[in-house]
């Protein structure tokens, strides 16, 4: 779902804008880097556990520096979900390496680790896991598998910073592990991302792809500085949204018609861009069809729900290589609806619990 919601007004306002006073007062809004872009940088390195923070124009462009810092090159192959953000195919494509898709897992949209063995062969030179919709990828076990096998891991983190996999951050786990900062994402600066490694080699890759006279690439002093008392209260918002989240899933469980991002394990910490939906069948309508009538309900209602990704199962066999029927992807790609993270974080008033009760009500109604 694009970035097309209007902005976050609970964002913390004071400290923006003593911070924007300051730049505009000593002139360092204008500088190509300086003091925000290193505080950016600093505070990244430290909450992700990286020892270089590559700050970029957008995260679809830190995913394609990560595949390039890692040593993707054309003519490789890189194993990718066939469900998941149409970036991170182009960004495979743009190197000329190739994508081979696999499914993701049942009634959810995160690759499936099973898939990776089908998937292999002496052209496979990264795998890119993405978080998505609420739901963590196993990680874990992805980072073994590609351990064993000798292939990259770049971690598609953009829609989830404040979680934690397995007691380390989402975006901790990847050989490079990318970050969004586009106009609805949980940290925001308008537009902007980031790339984190812990590997010198992998920076200065990504270093000889961008320096071109100066960063081709580069995020603003004005865009670190905002960052920055966001990352002060990620945990805080990160822990608001879960709770709303909770609360969602209890209103689903008892509609019982759609199926939510599951449940999480006690020792993980999810973060919610978008909390997605898997809509059902019925006996006179597909996912596709029930998911267009609840779309059009909620414009109607003015609800901030929206569509999923569309997948990449249709795409040409000369563009990628798929593994398997791609069922899971199918499913996903036709039955998915997305809610608004800040609904989830709005609080827990009876109006604030009216708003989710109204979602969950267009689910059924066209069960």
């Given amino acids: 779902m694009p970035d097309s919601h209007p902005p976050d007004r609970s964002l913390p306002r004071e ?14 809004w204008a500088e190509y880097g ?37 040593g993707v090159r054309s003519g ?3 194993i990718l ?14 190197i000329g390496a190739r994508p081979v898709l696999v499914d993701v897992v049942a009634a959810g949209w995160t690759l499936d680790p099973a898939q990776l063995d089908a998937a292999y062969c002496e052209a496979t030179r990264a795998v890119i896991v993405s978080h998505l919709h609420g739901q963590l990828a196993r990680i874990d076990v992805i980072r073994q598998w590609c351990d064993r096998h000798n292939v990259a891991l770049v971690e598609d983190a953009c829609q989830v910073p404040g979680a934690r996999v397995g007691g380390r951050p989402a975006g901790a786990w990847g050989d490079a592990s990318a970050l969004s900062f586009g106009g ?7 537009r902007g991302g980031a790339v984190l490694t812990s590997s010198e080699e992998i920076a200065q890759r990504m270093t000889v792809f961008a320096e071109r006279g100066n960063d081709a690439f580069p995020l603003s002093q004005l865009q670190a500085a905002v960052l920055l008392p966001q990352l002060d209260e990620l945990a805080l918002r990160t822990e608001q949204r879960r ?49 267009q009538r609840v779309l059009e309900a909620a414009r109607d209602a003015e609800l901030p729900v929206g569509t999923g990704f569309r997948g990449f199962h249709l795409r040409s066999l000369r563009r990628c290589r798929r593994v398997g029927d791609l069922a899971n992807a199918r499913t996903a790609a036709a039955a998915t609806v997305l809610i608004d993270h800040r609904v989830l974080q709005a609080g827990d008033s009876e109006q604030d619990s009216g708003i989710l009760a109204r979602i969950v009500e267009l689910f059924d109604r066209w069960r």
């Avoid at 979900?81 to 743009?94: K, L, M």
């Fill in 81 to 94: 979900a066939a469900y998941d953000f149409p970036g991170n195919f182009r960004s495979i494509e743009a």
């Fill in 243 to 291: 709770r709303g989240a909770e609360a969602l899933m209890e209103f689903l469980e008892e509609a019982s018609s759609v199926v939510g991002p599951g449940h999480w394990k006690q020792e993980d910490i999810p973060a919610f861009y978008k909390f997605g939906v898997m809509l059902p069948e019925s006996e006179t309508r597909g996912p596709a069809e029930i998911r």
């Fill in 184 to 190: 609805s994402k949980l940290l925001t600066a308008g």
């Fill in 34 to 70: 300086g003091v925000w872009t290193r505080r950016l940088q600093e505070r990244l390195c430290k909450t992700f556990g990286a020892t270089t923070a590559r700050l970029t124009c957008s995260g679809t462009l830190a995913v394609e520096l990560a595949l390039r810092g890692v």
């Fill in 15 to 28: 400290p923006v804008a003593a911070i924007l006073e300051q730049l505009a007062a000593d002139g360092s």
């Fill in 76 to 78: 490789d192959e890189v």
